[in-house]
């Protein structure tokens, strides 16, 4: 399993055409707002406050890149969803995010982030639906679990499987308090960079 020996942030990007163009492999990481992104990049990278947190949900606005290694990125994508948002305001993600997901050559896959906690939306089995669609490889983390007792955390997983309708194979049950199911990431986004 890869170890994180050097981790930074390098960018926040609102356009494709400013994007680093050294064809290292990028994970992106793609959810509603406040479900957890930075504190599940900040768990993987082993730093507590690399990825900023906000308790203001749509506060991720741009593509934030993350080099890891000197060898490949994380992309903390915006999140999606949220309705305070202006509408014109989506729209522009909408113009930044789905380009990127479609076009983006070194992208090697997606972290799809879903509170465990609440039952999956149609924007979350949309964006599933449609990273299928396009073969982009994507892995389900659904955050928060040690909010949950174990029995109804596996409750929500099971109703998670299902909302969505995928092999439960691709979902993962993350905390980033106490790091369960940090490996099984890991070893899903080692396997995306590598092959």
Known sequence: MIKVTACEYLASFVSLKSLPTNGFPEIAFAGRSNVGKSSLI??????????????????????????????????DLPGYGYARVSREERSRWQELVEPYLLDRPSLCGVVQLIDLRHEPMASDRELLEWLDFHDRPALIVLTKADKLARGKAKTSFV??????????RRLVMFSAKTNQGKDPVWRWIEAQISS
Do not use: C, Q, W
């Not at 993987?44 to 000197?70: D, E, I």
């Open 159 to 168: 109703r998670a499987r299902r909302i969505l309708d995928t092999d439960e």
């Open 42 to 75: 900040n768990s993987l990278l082993g730093r507590h406050r690399l990825a900023k947190t906000s308790s203001t949900p749509g506060k991720t606005r741009m593509l934030n890149y993350y080099l890891v290694n000197r060898a490949f990125y994380f992309v």
